[in-house]
């Protein structure tokens, strides 16, 4: 079965230092693995994904993310965090043709 | 305007009444999704179509049913709505085949009583 975890409910991080949300996945076959932000009262909107290439990724705000095929992982990292980077995070992989989500990573970022 | 919308924003009804959730994009994709999303579980998958006459059942399909009326739109029904269907749902879109990023609409909150 296909399935993505997000081990951490909750992470905190003070404003400029880096940081790292955690995506580990179990899929068969080829991964594509994608990171999405939501923030209070919206949608998802996009961020990244990683479909074949370059284990390093980079997407928008700043954020990138890094694939690990031996430790099935698809971290999501920024350099200097922003109070403004404080939402809720969401990992997915596609395969076939549907998506699997995780059950998402909230962010906190204290100035 | 946002390219994908859903009405209502927000609805509370009792169970057992019907309830329809519109979806509607102007993207121009032929994939369409009805997600929800639950405190702690993140997002599953309803329903999806990849056009007007494909319909596919996702992982929690009991207890709704879609229909896509054109490339454009794609509604999700509650026959009889049930206190466990309490949650936020999304639609999104997604461009062709292959491994292309979804677009979500901003939710509806449904609360059943």
């Known amino acids: 079965a296909q399935s993505v975890a997000q081990p951490e409910d909750q992470v905190n991080v003070a404003e400029g230092n880096p940081l790292t949300v955690k995506c580990t996945y179990s899929?068969?076959?080829?991964?594509?693995l994608f990171w999405y932000v939501q923030y209070p009262n919206r949608g998802l909107q996009f961020l990244l994904k990683?479909?074949?290439?370059?284990?390093l990724v980079k997407g928008s705000y700043g954020f990138e993310a890094e694939f690990n095929k031996s430790q099935t992982s698809f971290h999501l990292k920024k350099p200097s965090a922003l109070v403004s980077d404080s939402a809720l995070y969401f990992c997915a992989v596609m395969t076939g043709n549907q998506f699997y989500f995780g059950t998402g990573t909230s962010l906190t970022v204290i100035p | 305007d946002a390219d994908v919308t859903q009405t209502p924003r927000n609805r509370i009804t009792k169970t057992g009444k019907r309830i329809m959730l519109e979806c509607s994009q102007t993207k121009g994709h032929d994939r369409m999704y009805w997600y929800r999303q639950d405190p702690g579980l993140g997002l599953r998958l309803i329903y999806y179509s990849f056009d007007v006459k494909d319909i596919n059942k996702g992982e929690i399909s009991d207890g709704y049913s879609v229909s896509r009326q054109a490339q454009a739109k794609f509604s999700l029904s509650l026959e009889s709505a049930i206190p466990n269907q309490t949650a936020l749902y999304f639609c999104a879109t997604s461009d062709l085949a292959g491994p292309n990023e979804q677009f979500f609409g901003p939710g509806t909150r449904l609360t059943v009583l």
């Open positions: 990683y479909i074949t290439g370059d284990n």
């Open positions: 899929v068969s076959g080829n991964p594509y």
